[in-house]
């Protein structure tokens, strides 16, 4: 059984930083690219970061670059989400994804697997 599970959110004032890790299990993904999403209650999941196999080429949302830095290490079959400089709009649950293609993608239908999610709040 493959499994994603987050870990590293919490509740934070702006400005202030967190780390996500997304740790897999059940398969590896050193091959295939890998990324996060966030999603607020009723809107859309909307993209943040994407990573692709060998950690050559990343591509992130607007409205995070230069903020957030996402990073994958594969011996531990981990991907992680650097998020510097929070503000009170980043507030969400991020979820990260596990493709089995082998480019890189920000659309989440190339992603077949999920995880559960961690939430982020940021306070003003």
């Known amino acids: 059984q493959v499994r994603l599970v987050e870990s590293g959110g919490g509740l934070v004032q702006a400005g202030d930083s967190l780390r996500l890790s997304c740790a897999a299990s059940?398969?590896?993904?050193?091959?295939?690219?890998m990324a996060w999403f966030r999603q607020v209650p009723g809107k859309e999941r909307e993209f943040v970061a994407a990573i692709n196999w060998n950690a050559a080429s990343t591509i992130y949302v607007d409205s995070v670059k230069d903020r957030f830095i996402i990073s994958r290490e594969h011996a531990l079959n981990t991907v992680y989400l650097q998020m510097n400089s929070l503000k009170p709009e980043d507030t969400a649950v991020y979820h990260c994804?596990?493709?089995?293609?082998?480019?890189?993608?920000?659309?989440?239908?190339?992603?077949?697997?999920w995880g559960q999610g961690t939430q982020v709040t940021v306070s003003s």
């Open positions: 994804a596990g493709s089995t293609g082998f480019g890189i993608y920000s659309n989440p239908d190339q992603y077949f697997y």
């Open positions: 059940g398969r590896t993904f050193h091959s295939h690219p």
